[in-house]
Structure formats: structure tokens, C-alpha cells
């Protein structure tokens, strides 16, 4: 898969990219053979360069494909758990779902104070979806891209929160929800009088308000996606630095960093989800 130190970290930290590639464009095969494009093609990128020239129109397939995996998952464990609810002696899949619930309910009653059906729902699938994603942080980092090699992939992540365009996704998604319920709770009127009007409430200080509001709002979704990110991908890293080091010590650092990762992992899928309900808590509140 790669040659030396490197060209490891470099392998298993570039996604399987999927994009466009001009006409004209000079691709190095993996025999050291070049390629010359007599047309624009959408192909998979076989180098970091080639996924960087895709541009912006590309897709981390590894990451949508792990995403969505995670998804389907995550509801078809709950779905099995509430088709074979009891009343009686809980299975240990009930009982596990429950607990979820239960706490996700209780950290959304103390910490939105709006009325809003879509909230508990929203907190528990971001938690679930964002947890089942981190968790496959503590899949062994050469497990994946060593069975994608073989199957003649040229690179391939599992851990969609290590990708920033996927944070970016999620977090995206609650920026859009952060203006739609804004909006609709307080009226455009509203919404555009508490973003000129807020801290300083007077005419003067409306262009230092609305730089202050608008660069607050703008921040609430790259905090929320960089903050995953960061942690999940310093994670990664520090996984792979100890896969270069000798087997015999990879067993006495990797045991005790994925030990820690018992805490990071749900840490971080908590933070995110109180941070959306803490964002759409102010969204919805009228003054």
C-alpha cells in the first residue's frame, strides 16, 4: 500500500475520491506509465494530487458510503428494538435503545426551552448516527484499507468524521434548521431586528451589531464541524503513528489510546448533539 512512513500516513489519510478530470489532463498509473485524457472524465482519483485537481465538485465516496452505512444501521437497531418491545423481562437491545432515549429526552427537556416535536427526535438521531460513525475509529487502521487494496482501490477512510466535508455536512444541515426556525419563530422582521439590534440596542451601532451577529451565527456551524473533526482526525493520526511503530509495542500503545477512545467517542457525539439543541433552544426564542 505504501512504500515508507510517509507515503503510509499520506495513504491512509487521503479518501477515495470520485470526481472530474479535464481533457488534456496527464494521470501516472501505478506502474510509474502515464495517461493523457482525450476528454473531461469522472473517475476515481489514484493520487492525493488527482483528488486536489477534482476540485471542489468531488466526492469522498468512503465517506458517503460509511455515512450512510451507519444510518441504516442505526435504524435498523432501533427499528428491531421497537418491533420487539416488551413490557416484560427487556432484551439487552431494549434495554441498551431505552437508556438512549431516555437520556437523550432528559438532556433535551433541560436544555431547550421551546416547543418543538422535532428536536428530540433530531438530538437522538445525531447522537446514534454521530457515535456509530466515531466508532469505527476502533476498527485496527489497517484492517479496511488493507481489504480495499486487495480489492484494487487505491485509498479508502472508514471514519466519515475524520473527513471535514462531512462534518461540514452535519453541521451544515443544523445551520439551515438554526435560520429556518429563527425565522419562522420571530419573523423576518424579527429575526433582522435581533441580528442589528442585539448587544447595542440603538440605530448607531447597527453595522458593528450585524458584523457581531452575523460572524456569531456564521461561527456556530464551523465550531460545531471543526471541533468533531479535529478530534476525531488527532485521533486517527496518533492510531496510525502507533501502526509504524514495532508490533510489540503497538499492543502496549494502542490498547490503552483505544481504552481512551471509550470516552472520546460518545464525548464527542454528546457535545455535538447539545450543541445543535443549544442552537435551535436560541432560535426559538422570542423576545
Do not use: C
Not at 48 to 72: N, P, Y
Not at 158 to 185: M, R
Not at 225 to 245: K, P
Amino acid at each position: 500500500m505504501a512504500g515508507n512512513s510517509q507515503e503510509y500516513i499520506s495513504h491512509h489519510l487521503t479518501n477515495l475520491t470520485y470526481g472530474k478530470l479535464p481533457a488534456g489532463y496527464v494521470r501516472e498509473n501505478a506502474d510509474g506509465t502515464t495517461t493523457e485524457l482525450t476528454e473531461a472524465t469522472w473517475t476515481m482519483a489514484l493520487s492525493g494530487k488527482e483528488a486536489t485537481d477534482m476540485g471542489f465538485m468531488a466526492f469522498h465516496v468512503d465517506s458517503l458510503g460509511w455515512s450512510l452505512a451507519m444510518g441504516i444501521l442505526f435504524a435498523w437497531l432501533f427499528r428491531k428494538a421497537a418491533k420487539s418491545a416488551t413490557s416484560g423481562v427487556p432484551g439487552k437491545l431494549q434495554n441498551v435503545v431505552e437508556s438512549v432515549v431516555e437520556f437523550v429526552d432528559n438532556t433535551v427537556k433541560e436544555t431547550f426551552h421551546g416547543r418543538n416535536p422535532l428536536v428530540a427526535p433530531l438530538a437522538l438521531t445525531i447522537f446514534v448516527w454521530v457515535f456509530l460513525m466515531n466508532s469505527l475509529k476502533w476498527v485496527p487502521v489497517d484492517v479496511i484499507p488493507g481489504i480495499a487494496h486487495a480489492a484494487g482501490l487505491p485509498f479508502f477512510k472508514i471514519v466519515p468524521t475524520a473527513d471535514p466535508n462531512g462534518t461540514l455536512g452535519l453541521s451544515l444541515g443544523v445551520f439551515l434548521l438554526i435560520i429556518f426556525y429563527s425565522i419562522k419563530v420571530k419573523g423576518v422582521g424579527g429575526f433582522a431586528k435581533e441580528l442589528s439590534l442585539t448587544p447595542f440596542n440603538h440605530p448607531i451601532a447597527i453595522p458593528f451589531n450585524l458584523f457581531l451577529e452575523v460572524l456569531g451565527l456564521l461561527t456556530k456551524p464551523l465550531s460545531l464541524a471543526l471541533r468533531l473533526f479535529g478530534n476525531m482526525y488527532a485521533g486517527e493520526v496518533v492510531f496510525i503513528l502507533i501502526a509504524l511503530l514495532p508490533f510489540y509495542l503497538q499492543w502496549v500503545l494502542n490498547v490503552p489510546w483505544a481504552i481512551f477512545h471509550i470516552l472520546v467517542i460518545p464525548l464527542q457525539a454528546f457535545i455535538f448533539m447539545v450543541l445543535t439543541i443549544v442552537y435551535l433552544s436560541q432560535a426559538h426564542e422570542d423576545h
